[in-house]
T-cell receptor
Framework: AQSVTQLDSHVSVSEGTPVLLRCNYS??????LFWYVQHPNKGLQLLLK??????LVKGINGFEAEFKKSETSFHLTKPSAHMSDAAEYFC????????????FGAGTRLFVKA | GAGVSQTPSNKVTEKGKYVELRCDPI?????LYWYRQSLGQGPEFLIY????????DSGLPNDRFFAVRPEGSVSTLKIQRTERGDSAVYLC?????????????FGPGTRLTVL
């Protein structure tokens, strides 16, 4: 069965410090993996995606993620948090089931302290 | 250009009533997805269209839920005999090809409240 687990429901960091949001996945097939961000009262927006090319993926706003097949992980990082990064982050896996089914993790709420 | 739009933005209904939620995808996008997001949770997959046909409807919770996309563009999610547990934000997304690798563009959602 395919699934996504986001290991932290909440993460709190100080502005200017690194961000780490953890995601593990389970998939019988070679997956496509995504991170989406949801700001309050705004729609979901793609941050970055992995689709079997380079394992280190760079996204918007300074975020990046590394696909580690041996660890079945796809953790999201950013070297220096900004206040505007405060939002809900979702790790997503796309799996083939005859069509493409998209499975979201439960989300990680990122708080950034001044 | 225009993004994905959803109407209405809010819908309040009474238990047992029928509701329709509409999604207008980005023009030219062949794939369209419906999700349900309950408070504090991630979006839950409901159904995915490739063109006019439902490629995967395994996420529809029961036969009270039905979705159509008759001309391969606009889609309507229909809920019969609504229950209080159906209260959630219903999200629609579209993507260019629906290959599983392409970005999904999300609408703002319809907040459904069943009293």
């Amino acid at each position: 069965a395919q699934s996504v687990t986001q290991l932290d429901s909440h993460v709190s960091v100080s502005e200017g410090t690194p961000v780490l949001l953890r995601c593990n996945y389970s998939s019988s097939y070679s997956p496509s993996l995504f991170w989406y961000v949801q700001h309050p009262n705004k729609g979901l927006q793609l941050l970055l995606k992995y689709t079997s090319a380079a394992t280190l993926v760079k996204g918007i706003n300074g975020f990046e993620a590394e696909f580690k097949k041996s660890e079945t992980s796809f953790h999201l990082t950013k070297p220096s948090a900004h206040m505007s990064d405060a939002a809900e982050y979702f790790c997503v896996v796309s799996v083939y089931t005859g069509g493409f089914k998209t499975i979201f993790g439960a989300g990680t709420r990122l708080f950034v302290k001044a | 250009g225009a993004g994905v739009s959803q109407t209405p933005s809010n819908k309040v209904t009474e238990k047992g009533k029928y509701v329709e939620l509409r999604c207008d995808p980005i023009s030219g996008h062949t794939a369209l997805y419906w999700y349900r997001q309950s408070l504090g949770q991630g979006p839950e997959f409901l159904i995915y269209f490739q063109g006019t046909g439902a490629a995967d409807d395994s996420g529809l919770p029961n036969d009270r839920f039905f979705a159509v996309r008759p001309e391969g563009s606009v889609s309507t999610l229909k809920i019969q005999r609504t229950e209080r547990g159906d209260s959630a934000v219903y999200l629609c997304a579209s993507s260019l090809k629906g290959t599983g690798r392409d970005e999904q563009f999300f609408g703002p959602g319809t907040r459904l409240t069943v009293l």
